[in-house]
């Protein structure tokens, strides 16, 4: 993957979309240059607003502006924050 193109992306492109969702409340792009994998972790205020981004299509379009970049099939998963400081 070519790291340098992902970032901007997501900085330029995929950020900025997300604001715009309802409950959008912050993400990290985590990087590693070596093997040029990448793990985007993106805050919703609450589950709802997660799956309504979801199904309004927001992911999947941003996903497709990544998409050429991508060296293997994305996995979406789903957690809860338990503990944060």
């Not at 193109?5 to 604001?19: C, D, L, N």
């Amino acid at each position: 993957m070519d790291v340098a193109e992902a970032v901007r992306i997501y900085r330029h492109e995929v950020i900025p979309s997300a604001k715009e969702e309802r409950g959008f409340s912050g993400a990290l792009l985590l990087t590693d240059q070596d093997t040029g994998e990448a793990v985007s972790i993106s805050f919703w205020a609450s589950e709802d607003d997660m799956h309504t981004s979801e199904f309004s299509g927001f992911y999947h379009k941003k996903l497709t502006e990544l998409d050429k970049l991508f060296i293997s099939t994305p996995v979406r998963k789903h957690y809860e924050v338990s503990v944060q400081e």
